[in-house]
């Protein structure tokens, strides 16, 4: 809309304002039925109204054209003035389908969905924010997606003209550069200043977005090139090509087939190694052929626990034997070879001092130096870059092809020897699974085998699989989608909407999604709960209830023995009782069927197939469980 | 160097003392009054109600078996990695032995093999 347009009728916003005094004078004749009938308002829709003007084709109908060339079929908003018109485009001009519009309550909730549905939908989720207190409320979920490594495709509605802003709220909402509040995580951004240049830079951020490392993207949405009639004649949406992930050097993954095939104990540890089956496949391909245990460190399933190679919770006694360590895409890896004390932070140095160590990452192609995820420097024997599940493959062959006869016998002989490892792991871990089998609060053991025993008949999703260590130790997982790790940068907050995202990304692929939720973090947004309940999203979530943040205590007492004083004070401040929170009233109240408080844990299973019943159902189903601490 | 000399204090003790279990009686103790300081002093927050150990990995088992009282003063008074030490003025000697009493008093497990959802992993 022009400058002209404006002065010469009534714009789209001193209509709205217009409208809303008719209404007022409307609900003024109703209070004063004796006073004379003042004269009629015109009728809105009325296209002969004197100066009435309509914008049937609102910029922001192209952008959702853009957003649907992406196959995007969700984006989560608590809705807000400043992208009024996308969202009317979402649900009238796009039919609220394809992307379908997800009433979230709050920012990080929305942030947190997408990135646990990307997780396991392989695909990104669209967020919409307010440029200012919207992005404030996200940041914390942004950072943890981008620590995790997961794409979500952000827009953040802005005022970016000031002499266009209504008065008030408007200008308090608006920010000269929206993006600078998360530009340290996330990978790219723009605010476009023009319908073409939308278009370009939102498929830019998408492809860009979708490269390996795959990161968080922001665009901001300017509200006027929303609201304003399309002008541009010859508008055109860029034809999406995503780019070949980046194979590492052949050269060098030779090198490091050699080095693999040399060695008398390698050991592989995988982190975000695989986003996708085909990387666990190729993971196994790679350990079969060198006959080489697996560590997976669990912010991915990598590798299935049901095989022999896998000895993740021997991960200590396999890097002190290790003369080889191969990293694949692996955040820490000086916290793989190392440890730190604390309070003393004495450094306590696991691996022996020769061990050799290939990384296999895009670490280097991380260029964000503010925030500290990165981890500690960890020089390497031998340093690739490249995407590790794409180099799977071609390094598999390299090492086939390093093997000679006599070298490939060899190997063979350590099967039986690493079944057996398998096997007296797995013996140590129900040991330990039976110790306060009986107790109440449930333990964390208990918690996971009755949980286990609930769903083990249906093809299922644990959402988020780090917060307790015992389904990884215990469940059998052999599919990428099973357990789907944690939050990335341990921001409290994502578990529940994280949860509630893998389950709408498992609702149409048959695939039951099953959570064990911590009390503290439901605790910062419960409102996810009742978007879960409005959108019908089927999702077992089981609370992990401690009453507490419980990691805290440790932290405090840690303290308290310093400092030689009172140990017993580190419940003030960290421990959530006095009152006691209800979760299965919050759950009811939010429109959730809930069960509980549960200490009992005999009264653990039947609970919990009664809320299968109803996740089945097609509905979200809360259990609260009263856990021991750890 | 000092957490060096502290660990190795300390697991000198504990060999030591696991080495002479038969001599190692531990001071009488109330079992009730062990299990209100367990819980009052954060104990469970890691080692759990039943002296379990946590579910992370990094919260060791202290039950079945106790290990032997002069062990357990010793960790308690120095551990050798990230626990925090119970000094006397805090946790006197009566005390531990309360706590330890307690723990011993528990009633054992049973055995993984005995628990069908155990079995299916």
Not at chain 1, 435 to 450: D, I, K, M, N, Q
Not at chain 1, 530 to 559: C, D, F, K, S
Request: hydrophobic residues 45%; glycine residues 8%; aromatic residues 6%.
């Amino acid at each position: 809309m022009s400058e002209g347009d404006r002065d010469g009728g009534i714009d789209r916003r001193s209509f709205l304002k217009g409208a809303a005094a008719a209404g007022a004078a409307a609900g003024m004749t109703i209070a004063a039925a004796a006073e004379p009938k003042p004269k009629a308002a015109p009728d809105p829709g009325d296209a002969n109204w004197a100066g009435a003007k309509f914008i049937p084709r609102p910029g922001s109908d192209f952008m959702l054209d853009v957003i649907k060339s992406l196959d995007i079929d969700f984006v989560a908003a608590n809705p807000a003035s400043s992208f009024r018109s996308l969202h009317e485009s979402i649900v009238n001009y796009g039919g609220n389908r394809k992307p379908e519009f997800l009433t979230c309550m709050h920012e990080e909730s929305s942030v947190a969905m997408a990135h646990g549905y990307a997780k396991a939908a392989g695909k990104p989720m669209a967020v919409l924010a307010h440029g200012s207190v919207g992005l404030q409320h996200a940041a914390m979920a942004v950072y943890n997606a981008w620590a995790d490594r997961v794409p979500v495709l952000m827009f953040a509605g802005n005022g970016m003209d000031a002499a266009k802003r209504r008065p008030g709220v408007e200008w308090a909402h608006s920010t000269q550069d929206p993006a600078a509040l998360v530009r340290d995580f996330v990978k790219w951004d723009d605010q476009p200043a023009s319908l073409q240049h939308f278009a370009e830079s939102t498929v830019r951020a998408y492809k860009m977005m979708m490269s390996p490392p795959r990161e968080p993207v922001l665009i901001a949405v300017d509200i006027d090139l929303q609201e304003e009639p399309i002008h541009e004649d010859k508008l055109s949406i860029p034809k999406l090509s995503l780019s070949a992930p980046p194979q590492a050097d052949e050269r060098a993954l030779r090198e490091a087939a050699k080095m693999l095939v040399a060695a008398s104990n390698p050991v592989i540890i995988a982190d975000r190694c695989a986003r996708s089956q085909e990387g666990v496949d190729a993971l196994v391909r790679l350990a079969e052929t060198l006959l080489c245990p697996v560590v997976c460190t669990g912010n991915r399933m990598n590798f299935p626990s049901t095989h022999y190679l896998n000895l993740s919770e021997n991960r200590l006694s396999l890097v002190r034997e290790a003369d080889l360590i191969l990293m694949l895409e692996v955040q820490d890896p000086w916290g793989m070879l190392h440890g730190l004390g604390d309070p003393w932070k004495d450094v306590r140095r696991v691996a022996k001092p020769e061990v050799k160590v290939i990384q296999i990452t895009l670490a280097d192609f991380m260029m964000k130096s503010n925030y500290q995820d990165f981890q500690r420097f960890q020089p390497a024997d031998l340093a690739i870059s490249g995407d590790a599940q794409t180099s799977l493959a071609p390094l598999t062959e390299a090492v086939k092809r390093e093997l000679s006869g006599t070298r490939a016998a060899a190997l063979a002989g350590k099967a039986d020897a690493l079944r057996k490892r398998h096997a007296g792991m797995k013996e140590r871990l129900r040991a330990d699974a039976a110790l306060g089998w009986e107790a109440s609060p449930v333990t964390t053991a208990r918690l996971s085998a009755e949980l286990w025993n609930t769903i083990k008949g249906e093809k299922w999703c644990l959402a988020v699989s780090d917060r307790i260590a015992w389904p990884k130790r215990l469940w059998p997982t052999s599919r990428f989608h099973h357990m789907l790790g944690g939050s990335g940068a341990a921001g409290v907050g994502y578990s529940a909407p994280g949860a509630v995202g893998a389950a709408l990304a498992n609702r149409d692929r048959g695939i039951l999604t099953v959570t064990l939720q911590p009390d503290g973090d439901l605790c910062y947004a419960p409102g996810v709960l009742w978007t879960a309940a409005h959108h019908r999203i089927p999702l077992l979530i089981v609370m992990y209830n401690n009453r507490g943040y419980v990691q805290e205590v440790m932290h405090l007492q840690r303290m308290a023995g310093l400092h030689q004083r009172d140990p017993k004070t580190a419940k003030i401040g960290t421990m959530i009782y006095d009152p006691e929170v209800d979760f299965a009233k919050i759950a009811q109240g939010f429109g959730v069927w809930a069960e509980g408080p549960i200490s009992d844990p005999n009264a653990l299973g039947p609970a919990l197939a009664r809320a299968l019943k109803v996740v089945k159902g097609g509905a979200p189903a809360l259990v609260d469980v009263v856990c021991q601490l750890r | 160097m000092r957490t060096l000399v502290i660990f190795v204090v300390a697991m000198a003790g504990a060999l030591f003392a696991g080495a002479a279990v038969a001599q190692d009686k531990a001071p009488a103790g109330s079992p009730e009054r062990g299990h209100k300081l367990f819980v009052e002093l954060n104990c469970y927050s890691c080692h759990g109600t039943h002296g379990q150990g946590g579910g992370r990995g990094s919260e060791p088992k202290i039950s079945r078996p106790v290990m032997p009282w002069s062990a357990f003063i010793g960790l308690l008074r120095r551990p050798p990695r990230d626990m925090p030490a119970y000094t006397q003025k805090w946790v006197g000697d009566q005390d531990v032995a309360d706590i330890y009493a307690y723990l011993a008093s528990l009633k054992p497990a049973p055995a993984a093999r005995d628990i069908p959802l155990l079995g299916q992993f």
